[in-house]
């Protein structure tokens, strides 16, 4: 009698977690949808939009790797805003702005592509306006955050920064890598 109970508890419980992964990734997948739509739709009205209505954040720019799929970029750094993507942190610059422009993702989700990026490496980055704009990576960094700052200059520039080691068992640590890129004047059409 307590094995048949046993089985179907067990059973139940792995319906449970499945589902819970499946409506977790379902999530992910559908706010992935909701922040580009409002991507597409700020650069058509010129209105910022919030991707949905309780939004704490909205799209700012759009970020190309070379190589990699394109990835829309939101305000700000905070833990809620870095779970649906990359962040425009506070303080840094816009795109095409003199001062360095500052995007802050996972090590293990929207920037798990980053270790990939090498010198000389193409990076664009689409403003509010639909302008795009070019960067060539000139350093890559690692660096302890708990004894030095993030290099933010009065310079066109782009900083992206994630969490060093990418194969990290554990999440958070001091260590953080850093990828420079200069800026590119006279940019390049990038079709997407």
């Known amino acids: 009698m307590i094995r048949p109970l046993l089985f179907l508890l067990c059973l139940a419980a792995g319906l449970w977690q499945l589902g819970s992964a499946g409506w977790l990734l379902a999530k992910a997948q559908l706010a992935q ?26 799209p700012v720019a759009k970020l ?23 962040g425009l942190l506070a303080g840094s610059g816009k795109p095409g702005d003199f001062r360095t422009t500052v995007i802050a993702a996972h090590r293990d989700t929207h920037f798990a592509g980053l270790q990939s990026v090498r010198r000389g490496s193409a990076i664009y980055l689409q403003d509010e306006r639909g ?23 009065a310079e066109r520039g782009l900083l992206l920064v994630t969490c060093y080691p990418f194969d990290a068992v554990a999440a958070g640590g001091p260590l953080r890598y850093l990828v420079y890129a200069e800026y590119q004047s006279g940019g390049e059409v990038v079709r997407l």
């Open 64 to 86: 190309k790797l070379e190589g990699q799929r394109p990835l829309v970029v939101l305000a700000g750094g905070s833990g809620a805003s870095l779970a649906f993507g990359p």
């Open 131 to 153: 302008h795009w704009h070019t960067y060539r990576v000139s350093e890559l960094r690692i660096v302890n955050s708990e004894r030095e700052r993030l290099p933010v200059f």
């Open 33 to 58: 949808r909701l922040i580009a739509e409002a991507w597409e739709t700020q650069l058509q009205d010129g209105v910022p939009q919030k991707p949905w209505p309780w939004a704490d954040t909205r």
